[in-house]
């Protein structure tokens, strides 16, 4: 089991930012897909955003379409961290937020039954 720890989240004003963290250990695998889920209360877990780490490299970092624009996923392989930057906030946006981490996939996959890996999450709180 791959140990992943969310920080960051917290209670912010509809228009305000907030940016999440996710410390995991050293990438070994060659393909790798971390992600960003959410879940509100009643509601299935959903796909936020995905950043592949293939051979080193971080690329192809892409969004559900209601938060484009508005988030950025970030992975920093100098001190393995995958970030989620949150800015104009929404009171939809609120929910937990989980990172997701899927070795050896060549593609990041938006379902959740893909990873094997999750935190245990953080809660966002968008007020309107």
């Known amino acids: 089991q791959v140990h992943l720890e969310e920080s960051g989240g917290g209670s912010v004003q509809a228009g305000g930012s907030l940016k999440l963290s996710c410390a995991h250990p050293?990438?070994?695998?060659?393909?790798?897909?971390f992600s960003w889920f959410r879940q509100s209360p009643g509601q299935e877990r959903r796909w936020v955003a995905s950043?592949?780490?293939?051979?080193?490299?971080?690329?192809?970092?892409y969004y559900e379409h209601s938060v484009k624009g508005r988030f950025a996923i970030s992975e920093d392989l100098t001190s393995n961290i995958l970030s989620l930057q949150m800015n104009s906030l929404k009171p939809e946006d609120t929910a937990v937020y989980y990172c997701?981490?899927?070795?050896?996939?060549?593609?990041?996959?938006?379902?959740?039954?893909?990873?094997?890996?999750w935190g245990r999450g953080t809660q966002v709180t968008v007020s309107s």
């Open positions: 997701a981490y899927e070795p050896g996939a060549w593609v990041c996959a938006e379902s959740s039954t893909y990873y094997p890996h």
């Open positions: 950043i592949q780490v293939d051979e080193g490299a971080v690329r192809n970092p």
């Open positions: 050293p990438i070994t695998k060659t393909y790798n897909c």
